[in-house]
């Protein structure tokens, strides 16, 4: 129910105006949110709701880390040599993170990514519903999978174990070295 909640308050209407059949039950969760399904303009969507008062959580735990931040920049002694500035370090590492919870960010990197690989056809990345998501919630195709440790789920769809952890392999190994 909190989670349904959380989808009305984000885009200002009825769960029931937008989506139809919203799960009750998480088909995930995780320490950052959890995801729902529904249906959306006649397609199965896959809901990823941030988690009640996570930026607020992130809020004081960074504050507190500010503070611890600030004070090595007057005590470290450096002597190792290295020059660094704790502050410096702190704000960039606050950046990222509040950057990761911000769905909109999420669907942009999904879009870029999508665009990135748009030419092998073995990569799927699942189409974001803008218009419909906030920086706390995420719209996407669902798209119906399993995970490639699965063996038994590999084995059993057919799918060429060898050929899978190339193109695994590959596709790691082009973000890293061309995206």
């Given at each position: 129910?909190?989670?349904?909640?959380?989808?009305?308050?984000?885009?200002?209407?009825?769960?029931?105006?937008?989506?139809?059949?919203?799960?009750?039950?998480?088909?995930?969760?995780?320490?950052?949110?959890?995801?729902?399904?529904?249906?959306?303009?006649?397609?199965?969507?896959?809901?990823?709701?941030?988690?009640?008062?996570?930026?607020?959580?992130?809020?004081?735990?960074?504050?507190?880390?500010?503070?611890?931040?600030?004070?090595?920049?007057?005590?470290?002694?450096?002597?190792?040599?290295?020059?660094?500035?704790?502050?410096?370090?702190?704000?960039?590492?606050?950046?990222?993170?509040?950057?990761?919870?911000?769905?909109?960010?999420?669907?942009?990197?999904?879009?870029?990514?999508?665009?990135?690989?748009?030419?092998?056809?073995?990569?799927?990345?699942?189409?974001?519903?803008?218009?419909?998501?906030?920086?706390?919630?995420?719209?996407?195709?669902?798209?119906?999978?399993?995970?490639?440790?699965?063996?038994k789920a590999v084995e059993a769809v057919g799918l060429d174990r060898k050929l899978l952890a190339k193109r695994?392999?590959?596709?790691?190994?082009?973000?890293?070295?061309?995206?």
């Amino acid at each position: 129910e909190r989670a349904k909640g959380i989808v009305e308050a984000e885009l200002g209407r009825p769960l029931n105006m937008v989506f139809q059949d919203f799960s009750d039950a998480p088909l995930a969760a995780a320490s950052l949110g959890q995801v729902h399904t529904a249906m959306y303009k006649g397609k199965k969507v896959a809901i990823k709701v941030q988690r009640a008062g996570l930026k607020e959580l992130f809020d004081v735990d960074l504050k507190n880390l500010k503070k611890l931040a600030t004070l090595l920049d007057k005590f470290d002694p450096k002597s190792d040599g290295a020059d660094r500035e704790w502050a410096s370090i702190y704000d960039e590492s606050a950046k990222l993170l509040y950057k990761e919870i911000d769905y909109l960010n999420e669907a942009e990197n999904a879009d870029r990514f999508a665009a990135d690989f748009k030419e092998l056809e073995w990569v799927r990345v699942p189409t974001c519903y803008r218009e419909v998501s906030t920086p706390k919630v995420l719209v996407m195709e669902y798209v119906d999978s399993f995970k490639l440790t699965d063996i038994k789920a590999v084995e059993a769809v057919g799918l060429d174990r060898k050929l899978l952890a190339k193109r695994t392999a590959d596709s790691f190994l082009r973000q890293i070295v061309e995206t």
